[in-house]
T-cell receptor, first 113, second 110 residues
Framework: NAGVTQTPKFRVLKTGQSMTLLCAQD?????MYWYRQDPGMGLRLIHY???????AKGEVPDGYNVSRLKKQNFLLGLESAAPSQTSVYFC????????????FGPGTRLTVT | DAKTTQPPSMDCAEGRAANLPCNHS???????VYWYRQIHSQGPQYIIH???NNETNEMASLIITEDRKSSTLILPHATLRDTAVYYC???????????FGPGTSLSVIP
């Protein structure tokens, strides 16, 4: 049982390049989330999903797109990366029933130059 | 979701109890109080949650005031490994956007 995994762990992009971050969970969780964390700040919710095929905007969705084609995977896309998107990105999942303990992945450190 | 406010930082001597406060004066009746912590550069880790009764697990205790406007997370015997940022969140029983604030940076001092 790996829990929540994220790919890649590190990435450096040039301004304008695109990339996709992959989040996978093996706990059969309904809900999945993408957060970003900038230095010295708390986590900010980018997008989330309440089930396969659904997505919704969080607190800071601009510049990002997401897809949840399979229940176990949640993809975060940057179509045209900007230096302001330099951050650590965390994925999380929760069961969606009763209470909502979120399980977090180890994070992806992204630098946009 | 209700907003929460926490002190930005606290110190605690190793072996002593760490008491981390959280104010959530606008919490509604169907919102739970959750606590997470984040050890440097790792993903946040769930600690405990509660609605109106005090709760205890192997990691910590959660004390919620009777009016539910504030709570305290207690680490009974703090160790150096408890040095982390602690987040207090108010969340509804049904899903809604979860907002992590800046949290409290706890330093456990030898």
């Amino acid at each position: 049982n790996a829990g929540v995994t994220q790919t890649p762990k590190f990435r450096v992009l040039k301004t304008g390049q695109s990339m996709t971050l992959l989040c996978a969970q093996d706990m059969n969780h309904e809900y999945m989330y993408w957060y970003r964390q900038d230095p010295g700040m708390g986590l900010r919710l980018i997008h989330y999903s309440v089930g396969e095929g659904t997505t919704a905007k969080g607190e800071v969705p601009d510049g990002y797109n997401v897809s949840r084609l399979k229940k176990q995977n949640f993809l975060l896309g940057l179509e045209s990366a900007a230096p302001s998107q330099t951050s650590v990105y965390f994925c999380a999942s929760s069961s969606g029933t009763g209470w909502f303990e979120q399980y977090f992945g180890p994070g992806t450190r992204l630098t946009v130059t | 979701d209700a907003k929460t406010t926490q002190p930005p930082s606290m110190d605690c001597a190793e072996g002593r109890a760490a008491n981390l406060p959280c104010n959530h004066s606008t919490i509604s009746g169907n919102e739970y109080v959750y606590w997470y912590r984040q050890i440097h550069s790792q993903g946040p880790q769930y600690i405990i949650h509660g609605l109106k009764n005090n709760e205890t697990n192997e990691m910590a205790s959660l004390i919620i005031t009777e009016d539910r406007k504030s709570s305290t997370l207690i680490l009974p015997h703090a160790t150096l490994r408890d040095t982390a940022v602690y987040y207090c969140i108010a969340q509804k029983t049904s899903y809604d956007k979860v907002i992590f604030g800046p949290g409290t940076s706890l330093s456990v001092i030898p």
